[in-house]
């Protein structure tokens, strides 16, 4: 995990492996709440960090609260070189309900509330969750820019943007990373994706092994079988090899599936591989 191809430097100067851990899952049904099992909770964060990833992804809307608070738990004081970004932007109503907030005073209390539970001084990324409908794009990240000025965020990054919108972002303050819904089956941000490769920003696709159906993708499972891989392996490996700038974040609530998923880094995709992928997902 230590060469050059599996690193990245998020905003030129947080080296992190380019296969993080998305800690949305170490919450109840929903998103809401506490985990079934609060201490299998703490140890897959730990086990995380003992598999070497460096880059652990949260929010506050994640319980809400509840991951970041687990995360403090379980690892704090943190590895010098561990990367947390966590962001704001949504306020949660119950189980499975999202609303968008990017008002600047929400966002203020936001951060506030996640340096708090996290234990932190600054925030090394901070992402806008996601765009707010009722708020201009200019507000909310004007409101990040000045937490940023003010010492208490690193670098700033966007989730659920198009590409334009990544660019008027990226006009008010540097933007180092997306994150955005992607992976072999679902490629609706491509135009996200193109323009990180140009600007060198980091682009951290949530849900990369999909909603279920790319796992069962006859070619996958083939390739899987004669890589001695899983499909889920198969489907990150593909995602590392898609780009140099793609950070997957594979989340679970098993440490079976963690150290599953850290494993992809081993799988070798050729170019036949590749392209074989590319046809069969199209039919998902």
């Not at 191809?5 to 998305?22: P, T």
């Not at 993708?217 to 198969?234: C, D």
Request: net charge negative; glycine share 8%; hydrophobic share 40%.
């Amino acid at each position: 995990m230590n060469t050059a191809k599996d690193e990245f430097r998020i905003g030129g100067d947080l080296r992190v492996h380019r296969l993080g851990f998305g800690a949305m899952r170490v919450t109840g049904s929903g998103v809401w709440g506490e985990p079934p099992d609060h201490r299998e909770a703490v140890r897959l964060i730990r086990r995380a960090i003992e598999l070497g990833i460096n880059l652990i992804d949260t929010a506050d809307a994640y319980g809400p609260e509840v991951s970041e608070l687990i995360i403090a738990e379980a690892i704090h004081p943190y590895p010098a070189d561990l990367v947390i970004a966590t962001k704001g932007g949504y306020t949660r109503p119950g189980p499975n309900s999202w609303v968008p907030n990017g008002r600047p005073e929400h966002l203020r209390q936001a951060l506030e509330g996640s340096l708090r539970r996290l234990r932190l001084e600054r925030i090394d990324l901070y992402q806008l969750h996601t765009p707010d409908p009722e708020v201009s794009l200019e507000e909310s990240i004007t409101a990040l820019a000045e937490l940023r000025a003010a010492g208490k965020i690193r670098h700033i990054g966007v989730s659920n943007f198009s590409a334009d919108q990544v660019k008027a972002a990226a006009a008010i303050v540097p933007i180092v990373s997306v994150q955005n819904n992607y992976n072999l089956a679902y490629r609706d941000s491509e135009p996200v994706l193109d323009y990180c490769e140009e600007k060198g920003i980091g682009f951290i696709p949530y849900f990369p092994l999909g909603y279920g159906n790319l796992l069962r993708n006859k070619r996958l499972n083939e390739i899987a079988g004669r890589a001695h891989a899983t499909p889920a392996q198969v489907a990150l490996a593909w995602l590392l090899r898609h780009s140099p700038v793609i950070l997957p974040i594979p989340g679970t609530s098993s440490v079976a599936h963690l150290e599953e998923n850290t494993q992809a880094r081993a799988v070798t995709l050729d170019d036949a591989d590749l392209k074989s992928l590319d046809r069969s997902a199209r039919s998902i």
